[in-house]
């Protein structure tokens, strides 16, 4: 009886891993939120530029989701031990996320170009904030997706439960990371 119960609680405990990495997006949120909260209190304090996001934005958007779809679809394969799949989509994945970074740039760019500038009106100044903090954790969620593609290249081919869950872990960030940047557009456009 007692072993059957022990096994059960085993069972039902999160990994610590998996926890550790749940903790840090609800901080990362608390941190989104905070500036969300910043942005509607000045908002409403007036002197607001008004402006339309550079279309970019939205098809920095579609990428985004897309490569969620391409590393999901990776460990799909990965579990299925369609070895040259996982890791094609692996690298497709590593790459539309660094295009993101290029096209956030970019969408910084035209950002300028129509006039709204880092340290002009407030309005513009938090779309540079939450892009460019956004970027700063795509490059971490990257950096998971690069060592998940060393792991892919570099070690025999293996489907084990330590692969396993750092594929979980990894694309556990990029879905994370995807979501905050929907949650982001939506919220900047609904105020524009």
Same mark, same amino acid.
Not at 108 to 127: K, R
Not at 181 to 188: H, Q
């Given at each position: +009886?007692? /072993?059957?119960?022990?096994?059960?609680?085993?069972?039902?405990?999160?990994?610590?891993?998996?926890?550790? *990495?749940? $903790?840090? %997006?609800?901080?990362?949120? +608390? +941190?989104? +939120?905070? =500036?969300?909260?910043?942005?509607?209190?000045?908002?409403?304090?007036?002197? =607001?530029?008004?402006?339309?996001?550079?279309?970019?934005?939205?098809?920095?958007?579609?990428?985004? @989701?897309?490569?969620? $779809?391409? *590393?999901?679809?990776?460990?799909?394969?990965?579990?299925?031990?369609?070895?040259?799949?996982?890791?094609?989509? @692996?690298?497709?994945?590593?790459?539309?996320?660094?295009?993101?970074?290029?096209?956030?740039?970019?969408?910084?760019?035209?950002?300028?170009?129509?006039?709204?500038? @880092?340290?002009?009106?407030?309005?513009?100044?938090?779309?540079?904030?939450?892009?460019?903090?956004?970027?700063?954790?795509? %490059?971490?969620?990257?950096?998971?997706?690069? /060592?998940?593609? $060393?792991?892919?290249?570099? *070690?025999?081919?293996? $489907?084990?439960?330590?692969?396993? *869950?750092?594929?979980?872990l990894t694309l556990t960030? =990029?879905?994370?990371?995807?979501?905050?940047? @929907?949650?982001?557009?939506?919220?900047?456009?609904?105020?524009?």
């Open positions: +009886m007692d /072993v059957a119960v022990s096994n059960q609680q085993t069972r039902n405990k999160i990994h610590p891993h998996k926890f550790a *990495l749940w $903790v840090a %997006c609800a901080s990362i949120t +608390m +941190m989104f +939120m905070a =500036w969300t909260s910043a942005y509607v209190v000045r908002q409403a304090a007036g002197n =607001w530029l008004e402006f339309r996001l550079p279309n970019i934005f939205f098809i920095n958007t579609a990428l985004l @989701l897309f490569s969620s $779809v391409t *590393l999901h679809a990776s460990y799909i394969f990965f579990k299925r031990e369609k070895e040259s799949l996982y890791k094609g989509l @692996l690298l497709v994945s590593f790459l539309l996320g660094i295009t993101f970074l290029v096209l956030q740039y970019i969408g910084w760019q035209d950002l300028t170009n129509i006039g709204v500038e @880092l340290t002009g009106n407030p309005a513009g100044s938090f779309v540079y904030v939450f892009s460019g903090f956004h970027g700063l954790h795509i %490059c971490g969620g990257l950096a998971a997706i690069f /060592v998940a593609i $060393v792991h892919a290249f570099a *070690l025999k081919f293996k $489907v084990t439960a330590k692969r396993k *869950l750092r594929f979980e960030i =990029w879905h994370y990371l995807d979501f905050l940047w @929907l949650y982001i557009i939506t919220f900047i456009v609904l105020q524009s």
